[in-house]
């Protein structure tokens, strides 16, 4: 079980995304620190959900709401 969770509300966001994910990654490792990402996707119309699951796929840390 994760130690700390980060919830990131999205809308709209595929520009910033992937930044947002790396930083709260590095931050955590850096530390040394469990984790789990939660994202939740504010019905964006863009491809900020598509994006996010590919990172889900890749990462364990890494949560779709």
Known sequence: ??????????????????????????????LDIEYEHIFTDNNSNDKSADIIRVICKKDKNIKLL
């Open 1 to 30: 079980m994760p130690k700390v969770s980060v919830i990131s509300t999205c809308y709209n966001e595929e520009l910033n995304i992937i930044e947002c994910y790396e930083t709260v990654k590095k931050q955590f490792q850096d």
